[in-house]
């Protein structure tokens, strides 16, 4: 069972990096990327970025809204879609400005491109007997996270990134 719920928060959180990141960077070489700056310091941050924010993401971003659409809606074939849109929607807003100072451009991005792949992960997840849709996606985010944060730490030890 955690051999499955692996795989498939890890198959999303590698589509997630494969699209997100490439396009993070043409958004920020084209000068509409972030206008904040990191703070190599802040590892309390770091383990929230991996641990806490997940879990309370999920919760309240793809859970939460998936489970009272369907109780407004029930199983109509618009659900999915509304679904969809009540979780990428407020995950998009979250993800602007804040401590990195993310532009609208780059909070858009993480919010569809990750929205989505969080979502689809939930999705997925709920479809396979005895997974945890709610884990599998916290998992999966943890996992994108994490990757994200550790690549960067590399870019900012190597001199790519201040």
Known sequence: MARRMFRIAGRYALINALIAIPLHLLINAAGFGATGTWK?????????????APVMETFLFFWLPIVLVRKVLGQRAVTPFVAWLVCVGPFSFTHYGG??????????CTGLVG????????????????????????????????????????????????
């Open 40 to 52: 190599p310091g802040a590892m309390a941050s770091v383990a929230l970025g991996v641990l806490l």
């Open 99 to 108: 401590s990195l100072g993310r532009s609208a451009l780059t909070a858009l």
């Open 115 to 162: 929205g989505s792949c969080f979502y689809f992960c939930f999705r997925t997840a709920e479809k396979d007997v005895g997974i945890s849709p709610f884990w599998t996606t916290a998992l999966c985010h943890a996992l994108f996270n994490g990757a994200v944060l550790g690549a960067f730490g590399v870019a900012y030890v190597l001199g790519f990134v201040s």
